[in-house]
């Protein structure tokens, strides 16, 4: 069997030091170390900011339908993290946008299905003020806006409606708001 490059993951060490490339399904059932992101798209509304999160689509290999970032995925073997950022964001949401690097963590997550996801996750924002339009309904079931207050106190009231990494991500986030000038 042969992969093309889409299906190919970065594997990573701890320090994100790129150690190899494993298939996509291979890197998710053996829960090997891979490179991550997760954008943010953000938008002020008088005096608090709204963040446009995404719910996963119900046949999604894993974590359908729960609701995450705005979107997220792996950047391909020579790809930097901004352009694969940008790159998803224009396939998931039908979004362009500026994106710049707040942090990145690295979490573990076991799956009812077997498949384990090993991330070190590079948290990406952006602004973003328009309407979403003709996002891909194959990766997004629904999406919305909500503050970021109210998405915390719903990440600690119902955790199992958010994906694994979405509080780790966010905290990050809520610590660098002011790297978006509003």
């Not at 997550?109 to 077997?114: L, P, R, S, V």
Request: hydrophobic letters at 40%.
């Amino acid at each position: 069997m042969t992969c093309n490059a889409a299906d190919m993951l970065v594997l990573v060490d701890e320090h994100d030091n790129q150690i190899g490339l494993a298939e996509k399904m291979q890197a998710h059932q053996l829960g090997l170390l891979h490179r991550a992101f997760s954008v943010f798209l953000l938008r002020k509304v008088s005096d608090h900011f709204e963040v446009l999160l995404q719910q996963r689509q119900a046949d999604k290999y894993h974590c359908g339908g729960l609701w995450t970032n705005t979107c997220c995925s792996h950047p391909r073997a020579n790809e930097n993290i901004i352009a694969a950022g940008q790159r998803r964001l224009l396939e998931e949401m039908n979004i362009r946008a500026d994106l710049q690097p707040i942090g990145a963590f690295i979490y573990r997550a076991e799956f009812n299905n077997g498949l384990i996801e090993y991330e070190y996750d590079h948290v990406l924002i952006g602004k973003f003020a328009d309407d979403v339009v003709n996002f891909n309904r194959s990766e997004v079931q629904d999406y919305r806006w909500i503050q970021l207050s109210e998405l915390s106190e719903q990440l600690r009231q119902q955790p199992e409606l958010f994906t694994p990494w979405l509080g780790k991500a966010l905290e990050i986030v809520n610590q660098n708001l002011e790297l978006l000038n509003f």
